[in-house]
């Protein structure tokens, strides 16, 4: 079956770093674009990322220049490079992997930016 696996959130102090992953099995990862969300309390899931098959990345405002997405298409990953976090980052970030009406989604990981 499909699966999703995201690690590497945690709690981290403003202005730190972490790096998401999330490994993919069940589906042939090289033609899937592959994009990062996040849903932090009270507000609703928003793209933060996304990267196409091609390797193209594209992010949402609010993390240009502080985040990077890429992608192993031979360990089948998609990575999320986290730089300067800051409290508003605080959420759930989940994979989602999606090739037209075909979409899918990890379970997700928490990420608390505090001091």
């Known amino acids: 079956q499909v699966q999703l696996v995201e690690s590497g959130g945690g709690l981290v102090q403003p202005g730190g770093s972490l790096r998401l992953s999330c490994a993919v099995s069940?589906?042939?990862?090289?033609?899937?674009?592959m994009g990062w969300y996040r849903q932090a309390p009270g507000k609703e899931r928003e793209l933060v990322a996304s990267i196409t098959e091609a390797g193209i990345p594209t992010y949402t405002n609010s993390v240009k220049g502080r985040f990077t997405i890429s992608r192993d298409n031979i360990r089948e990953t998609v990575y999320l490079h986290m730089n300067s976090l800051k409290p508003e980052d605080t959420a759930v970030y989940y994979c989602n992997a999606q090739i037209f009406q075909n979409t899918y989604w990890g379970q997700g990981t928490q990420v608390t930016v505090s001091s």
């Open positions: 069940g589906i042939n990862f090289r033609i899937f674009a």
